[in-house]
DNA sequence: ACCTGAACACCGTTCAAGT
DNA sequence: ACCTGAACACCGTTCAAGT
């Protein structure tokens, strides 16, 4: 069945992403070792991704390319593909093992105040791991050590009277708070780094839509100071009692 | 100042942007016919913007290249240069226009209301539109067809008591709920195209992971479930009963 | 089993020149 | 004023071959 070479090598890679997942990286390595089969490695997955994940701290997602790790680990860009299966994978690889780097903050006993500091504590990462966020929008948890997260969150809206079900969808709205405030924060940074690039709203607004947009044309002076002030611990808070209030509620 | 044709070349440039922001298309275009002055037009701007905007449509924004357009409407890629800075300013330029090809529907009287009926609009509206969500991530609020939902939720919100200030943030707030649900609900539609890549959470949990993350283990069955199970409805009612509870509390 | 080299089919953008 | 052609410095990935 298929059974070419290539086919052979694609299998190869199935191992290394295997790896990832049941945490025993040296495994396959150790028994090819053993076994003394083929050719020694030179190229160890281990610097792939390190390296990978190097060129997205230092210069975020639109700089990693799979030439650019190439080089850099001393290999040629099809040297990789045999350790990872594309760009997305490698990408996904990068993830494992950053939620690890930092340490787990102190939780507050009350489930309500936890529900928030934890919230807040996956906003304050990842505000400092930009890189993480682009690639998280590919969308998947894979990195195991980030879930003690959702388990406290889940855990702490079952303390406060929601159903696991509700603390569940309770965590993926808070997700979306967190996540929709990294993606505009940066991009508004990004935008302020290019001062020549026209602002549209709400230098955009003719008197004729000033009078269609009453409370926007009031608000137009101070927009700017506004979106600057957003504070998520506040909204997160607001969003939060939202979600509790379901407590009980039918469906 | 400047002066070589390279220069001048830029600032034509930035007059086409500036139509776009004026909303008086040819008035460039009839002043250069008048003056009798320089090489007639052979390029319509609107062509290229059309022809981005179908690309997008069609394919989304990983298909548009400027070599694409630049072949589809006829011309050398760098013909386009002459009327848009460079990509990114032709991606904001197809936004403009798109909420008018949407209906505005019918908004009940009362306030609260009144908010989710918007902001569901909105979630409805760009979830049959997933190019716009990609080119938005770019950040900035560039078709002013789309702010009567804006001026709705603040006003809205300051009907149900909030200060101008705290209904803005409210619309934010409401904006990351519905942009996050919009690309998770994107992000897990490509995977599941894709049936041969690995699913991480809840598969790599192991035994000794389920003892510390109980909750998570007792879902892990459901959890493919429960992720498609999302209401956006439920939970922005949710979200916004908690905005709301804000009014008059102190900062 | 692991790696190389050449190739395919692309990118965005600059520069100098043409009409 | 508007457009072209060639070029620069890149992409991800496939394929056939080498050790």
Redesign the interface.
């Given at each position: 069945m298929g059974g070419t070479l290539l086919y052979a090598y694609r299998n190869q890679a199935g191992v290394w992403?295997g790896r990832a997942?049941?945490?025993e990286p040296v495994a396959a390595e150790e028994k090819a070792k053993k076994r003394g089969v083929g050719r020694p490695r030179r190229l160890e997955p281990e610097a792939i991704v390190a390296t990978a994940r190097r060129i997205l701290e230092e210069e975020g997602v639109a700089a990693l390319s799979m030439r650019r790790v190439a080089k850099e680990v001393g290999t040629t860009p099809m040297a990789l593909y045999h350790h990872v299966r594309d760009k997305?994978e490698l990408l996904?690889l990068t993830l494992a093992g950053t939620a690890a780097t930092v340490p787990r903050p102190e939780l507050p006993a009350d489930p309500r105040a936890r529900l928030l500091a934890v919230t807040l504590h996956m906003h304050g990462t990842l505000a400092r791991m930009p890189w993480v966020v682009e690639v998280l929008?590919?969308?998947?948890?894979?990195d195991?050590g980030a879930?003690?997260m959702?388990?406290e969150i889940?855990?702490a809206g079952?303390e406060c009277g929601l159903t696991?079900?509700e603390?569940?969808?309770a965590y993926?709205?808070l997700?979306?708070?967190v996540?929709?405030?990294l993606?505009?924060r940066r991009?508004?940074e990004?935008?302020a780094e290019e001062p020549d690039r026209?602002?549209?709203?709400p230098?955009?607004l003719?008197d004729a839509?000033a009078a269609?947009?009453?409370?926007?044309a009031?608000?137009a002076d101070?927009w700017a100071e506004?979106?600057e002030d957003?504070?998520v611990a506040?909204?997160l808070g607001?969003?939060?009692?939202?979600?509790l209030?379901?407590a009980g509620r039918p469906e």
């Open positions: 992403a997942r049941d945490n997305d996904m929008s590919l969308g998947d948890l894979t195991k879930l003690w959702v388990e889940v855990g079952v696991p079900v603390a569940v969808r993926r709205t997700w979306h708070c996540y929709g405030d993606v505009f991009a508004m990004r935008r026209k602002r549209y709203f230098d955009m003719t839509d269609e947009l009453p409370h926007l009031a608000l101070s506004l979106t957003y504070d506040r909204q607001a969003v939060i009692d939202g979600l209030a379901q």
